[in-house]
């Protein structure tokens, strides 16, 4: 199997463009150690990812492990990697190592942004939904307690290097929360990826490395087309929240870490779609809900908040679903803002819903 690398080209504040590879296919961790040639690095990570792929970085670095999963995305750990940083003597040549899955991706990338007012930071996404979708375009951030992701930054990675052999690794849950993202990205997309999903959504169980690898080079395309024309969501960008309205409420309600983001994207894009079809924007209403219900199946995700309810324990009540949806930072003056889409590839941005729809789609 080859490697295949896609520049991605993000406009930054000076006017100027941050350039950036990401590095997809087996082994490309390997090639870590040459970007970082040089310059002093520091590995932050969990120590279940440290056991299965520090070694394959082959850097003489300060590793520095920290909380597995959401429990990781708080002000104390932040201050944590901040001071180990210091201790270690960092400057502003060095390099941070951010190897595991979206939530490492994130603290450490907000770290390296805030350390001396931003080093460089390379991005090692081991998850399917860190390399399909949280690793690439710069968004850095914690929750706070009113919501996730409400701290952050964009700070762009030096390089992205997203190994496949990684994600045999993955227990089943984490494996399934990143076909969410591949779900959202594909329906993003439009009608190509959409029916390439459709044709190989039963090769994702058994995990086929070809069309993983397809899968996270595909939705990197789309992701780096759309970065490269809108860096700081003022517009198009917005797109990549499909689903996300509905899936940070799911998680703020259940506690963050309980419900996996991905399986939370999954739900948030079925009650997206049934939104959408509700308040009659889909031309098709019933197909197109039932196409994305037969894709959520196929790819053994969560498609209700009966079935999470379930599967998680966990009650989720309707009105504080509402609740954390009108503090969620898409939203404007309290009120939610959605993207639905009308067929793949037919995104609405910035849509507001009959307070009834919200209400019925989430009973
Ligand atoms: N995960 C959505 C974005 O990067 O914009």
């Avoid at 929750?143 to 089943?172: C, E, I, Q, Y």
């Avoid at 930072?329 to 037919?346: D, H, Q």
Wanted: hydrophobic share 45%; aromatic share 4%.
């Amino acid at each position: 199997m080859t490697t295949t690398t896609i520049e991605v080209s993000e406009p930054v504040a000076s006017g100027e463009s941050a350039r950036y590879d990401v590095h997809i296919g087996p082994g490309v961790l390997g090639g870590v150690r040459e970007h970082v040639a040089g310059r002093s690095a520091i590995v932050v990570t969990d120590s279940h990812v440290r056991k299965l792929h520090a070694a394959k970085l082959a850097l003489d670095a300060h590793v520095l492990e920290i909380e597995r999963g959401e429990a990781a995305k708080g002000f104390a750990t932040l201050e944590r990697v901040l001071e180990t940083f210091a201790q270690r003597s960092l400057d502003r040549s060095s390099v941070v190592v951010a190897l595991g899955g979206g939530s490492i991706g994130d603290l450490a990338g907000l770290a390296a942004s805030l350390y001396m007012r931003g080093i460089e930071c390379v991005q090692c996404p081991t998850t399917l939904l860190a390399q399909v979708d949280a690793s690439v375009g710069g968004k850095t951030a914690i929750n706070l307690r009113a919501g996730k992701n409400l701290a952050g930054t964009f700070h762009p990675p030096s390089a992205v290097f997203a190994d496949s052999s990684a994600l045999m690794t993955l227990d089943d849950e984490e494996f399934r929360s990143g076909l969410g993202e591949v779900l959202k990205s594909a329906l993003l997309a439009g009608e190509d990826f959409t029916s390439w999903l459709e044709l190989n959504a039963a090769a994702f169980p058994r995990r086929d490395a070809e069309v993983l690898a397809e899968t996270v080079a595909r939705s990197v395309r789309l992701k780096a087309a759309i970065v490269a024309r809108d860096p700081r969501e003022r517009g198009e960008r917005k797109a990549l929240n499909f689903g996300h309205t509905f899936a940070h409420a799911i998680e703020h309600v259940a506690g963050f870490g309980r419900v996996p983001h991905g399986v939370a994207v999954g739900v948030g894009i079925a009650l997206a779609v049934r939104a959408g079809a509700s308040s009659g924007i889909a031309a098709a209403h019933a197909a197109f809900v039932e196409r994305v219900d037969r894709l959520l199946a196929a790819l053994e995700l969560d498609g209700s908040l009966a079935t999470l309810r379930r599967r998680y324990g966990c009650e989720l009540p309707a009105r504080e679903l509402i609740a954390s949806m009108r503090l969620d930072k898409k939203g404007r003056a309290s009120e939610p803002r959605f993207v639905l889409l009308e067929a793949p590839g037919k995104v609405r941005l910035d849509q507001t819903l009959p307070a009834e729809v919200v209400e019925r789609v989430l009973a």
